[in-house]
């Protein structure tokens, strides 16, 4: 049936979350709009992003903790308008480009372990140097994306989770320089990739300098 064919982003296995919108060729999941064409799903998602994003910037201060009860909530508003499952753990096994994501039946279990070790030691993000704020932005990042724990809408929400961290700590958002530079994105994700590997250098090093993007393009 090609309402079933995943889409090139992952490769799941079955389950509710494994559906997809019929008529949409295994392009769009099942969602609760209708919507069939890539195109508008795409638009859908980012006008979604910007609405939690105005949202949580101005909930967010500076001695909020973050907890995993909060990252859910922010996940269901994100994409609750659009899918049935936003702000619940995954149901379905992810795997992409060769690289399985933890077994969506560990979820839970990793989450509770990324609440305690990470999210209750590295927040709220304290003001002071540089190095350190990137760093523990960078530990969060990359600890959130290994347990992936939703079936989409991973790396955007950990990206506004990066930014609020560092907003608490007085630094503007980051700006990592997707739309002009071709081979930030692959950095990104090598960068990313090291982290899952607990070797947060070079994911520090990048946040770091997004950083001072934005301070650059603020004048600062």
């Not at 919507?35 to 967010?60: C, F, N, S």
């Not at 992409?96 to 372990?113: E, I, K, S, T």
């Amino acid at each position: 049936m090609s309402d079933m064919k995943p889409p090139s982003r992952y490769s799941v296995s079955t389950g509710v979350e494994g559906e997809y919108e019929p008529g949409s060729d295994g392009r769009v999941l099942r969602n609760k709009l209708g919507i069939t064409d890539p195109v508008a799903m795409d638009r859908a998602e980012y006008e979604a992003l910007l609405r939690v994003q105005e949202k949580y910037y101005g909930i967010i201060a500076p001695e909020t903790r973050f907890t995993t009860s909060l990252i859910r909530r922010m996940h269901r508003g994100f994409l609750g308008r659009i899918y049935e499952w936003a702000g619940r753990y995954r149901s379905v096994d992810l795997e992409r480009d060769g690289f399985a994501w933890p077994p969506a039946y560990l979820v839970a279990q990793n989450m509770r372990l990324f609440g305690r070790e990470v999210l209750a030691v590295r927040t709220p993000c304290k003001p002071g140097p540089l190095q350190r704020v990137a760093g523990d932005i960078a530990v969060v990042h990359a600890e959130l994306l290994l347990v992936h724990p939703f079936r989409d809408g991973n790396g955007r929400l950990a990206r506004l989770i990066a930014d609020l961290m560092s907003l608490q700590s007085g630094y503007p958002a980051l700006d990592f320089g997707f739309e002009n530079d071709s081979t930030a994105s692959d950095e990104y994700i090598r960068a990313v990739g090291m982290g899952y590997a607990r070797r947060y250098e070079r994911l520090t090093k990048l946040i770091a300098e997004a950083v001072g993007s934005s301070l650059k393009s603020l004048g600062r």
